[in-house]
């Protein structure tokens, strides 16, 4: 059964730095392409990185050159670290990957930057 846990979230002032975490389970983890999501209130979730399995990564333009998403496949772990935030990157953040044709989330971690 997959299973997709992040952890990291909390309150930031603009400007500042958080480190999002997904640990995954039931998958052989380095072959799977995982992404990170936002939805914030009232609006749609949102792509906002993606990093294959091989390690190539692609980001929404809104967190180009601020966000970076990274893996680790001994730990079978995503990482999204946020630089410069801004009180529009508020929302709760989940972790995704596709298995065997279906989406799977974590629970999201909340994300909430103060002006």
């Known amino acids: 059964q997959v299973h997709l846990v992040e952890s990291g979230g909390g309150l930031v002032q603009a400007g500042g730095s958080l480190k999002l975490s997904c640990t995954a389970s039931?998958?052989?983890?380095?072959?799977?392409?995982m992404t990170w999501h936002r939805q914030a209130p009232g609006r749609p979730r949102e792509l906002v990185a993606t990093?294959?399995?091989?390690?190539?990564?692609n980001y929404t333009d809104i967190v180009k050159g601020r966000f970076t998403i990274s893996r680790n496949n001994v730990w079978n772990r995503v990482n999204l670290q946020m630089n410069s935030l801004t009180p529009e990157d508020t929302a709760v953040y989940y972790c995704?990957?596709?298995?065997?044709?279906?989406?799977?989330w974590g629970r999201g971690a909340q994300v909430t930057v103060s002006s």
């Open positions: 995704n990957t596709k298995h065997r044709g279906s989406d799977y």
């Open positions: 039931g998958i052989n983890f380095r072959l799977y392409t």
């Open positions: 990093i294959s399995g091989g390690g190539s990564t």
